[in-house]
DNA sequence: ACCTGAACACCGTTCAAGT
DNA sequence: ACCTGAACACCGTTCAAGT
């Protein structure tokens, strides 16, 4: 993309309230050339400079809008577990149980969140690389990252709330635990490239491995059924 | 360390057949160097110049032991896989369950498995990033790397077939991926700050945590017990 | 055989301006 | 307010020597 000739923001009259020298928000554009340039390249090999590249200015200006290169990936990162939040979300939402199903039914529930999870992961693999490779926020700075990781998290722990409305919240967050680890450790195989695994076979694996998983958990999580 | 002065080696008569100007084995050195240096600051910001330099040499003295950066980082994971595969066979070496006890018993096995999985990635986080974060391998070179990653999984392959001789191998290697995922899930979660979990807590953790889910998969794979 | 020195293109970040 | 230019210390890697 050429540079804008400047005169191009100043003929006629300023109906632009604030002048600026980029487009709109560089901001949002260094965050797209960002996600852009992972999937291309992988986690290690982004660059700065390259981002500020994409988007066609001086890599000093990122400097306006993240404090470090940290920063910026920590919004990216903070941006996937939103979208990761979202798109379990629908998955549960588009699923023909109901909520008051019993609870060999709602395991199947369950099993749709770890594939909607999958999906996400495999879709976005250097992305997911950022949101749980580096340890980002082993400082706690980053607040907003630590509330977004929270939303992804409370899709999960609201699933088993459902499903277990009598066990004690120490068994929930167990069973919590458990289930992350085993879909986030299948996703991270799976990106790794240690479990081949074909797009339109993504759905019949994840029920074949989790579902073994998930009615373990379950069957300590509701003992009375 | 200073440098030795180049006379130290020549005094009296050479009784070192094959002349060497560094310390015996320079691989060696820097292997342990990056080691020190990954556990210190992290994968991401390890440098070859600083190994180099723990090392007491020129950085160029590196590419004479490995042809590159990931040269050095697939050797510090094959040791690592190597390492991870001898722990989990002392593990399991160690305990009083013996080889032909049933299913239930030999459950004991696979939670002591993960736990020394898991102790592992505690103890050498860096190195355990590093096994499982870049695609070292993506393109198949290193393959002595390949076989350590097969050496630590077939401690756990071997287990799964001790427990459920008659299954099929179909059924057997889904349940090793199941259960690697949910090892490996948790030690991920712990390793990133997601999971907090004191060292005297491990073995207590590990067995509330996986054992429903060992248990799951067990009982799909030996059914008549 | 094994190691070094100088050089290259690149990086993240700081400082001091420019509009 | 927002962006740029020059500079700094550092990086991985190549080339051409040194013993």
């Known amino acids: 993309m050429p540079p804008r000739p400047p005169s191009a923001t100043t003929h006629g009259a300023p109906e632009v309230p604030r002048a600026q020298y980029h487009h709109g928000d560089l901001r949002h554009a260094l965050l797209t050339a960002t996600v852009e340039i992972l999937a291309e390249v992988g986690a290690e090999a982004f660059t700065l400079r390259e981002a500020a590249r994409r988007a066609g200015v001086n890599h000093r200006a990122i400097y306006r809008h993240f404090e470090d290169k940290r920063a ?10 939103l979208a990761l939040a979202a798109e379990t979300r629908a998955a549960l939402a588009a699923i023909e149980i109901p909520p008051g199903a019993p609870a060999a039914l709602r395991i199947e529930r369950l099993v749709a969140l770890a594939e909607a999870y999958l999906r996400f992961a495999r879709r976005e693999p250097a992305r997911y690389q950022v949101m749980f490779g580096p340890r980002l926020n082993a400082d706690a700075r980053f607040p907003s990252l630590e509330e977004a990781i929270a939303a992804s998290v409370a899709v999960l722990a609201g699933e088993l709330r459902a499903l277990a409305p009598a066990a004690t919240s120490r068994a929930r967050r167990d069973a919590g635990v458990a ?12 990106l790794a490239g240690r479990v081949p695994l074909a797009d339109r076979h993504v759905r019949s694996y994840v029920a074949a491995l989790l579902t073994p998983i998930v009615e373990g958990i379950a069957r300590r999580l509701v003992p009375a059924e």
């Open 72 to 81: 910026l990936l920590a919004a990216v990162a903070e941006e996937g577990y």
């Open 179 to 190: 289930l992350w680890s085993a879909i986030h450790g299948l996703s991270a195989l799976v």
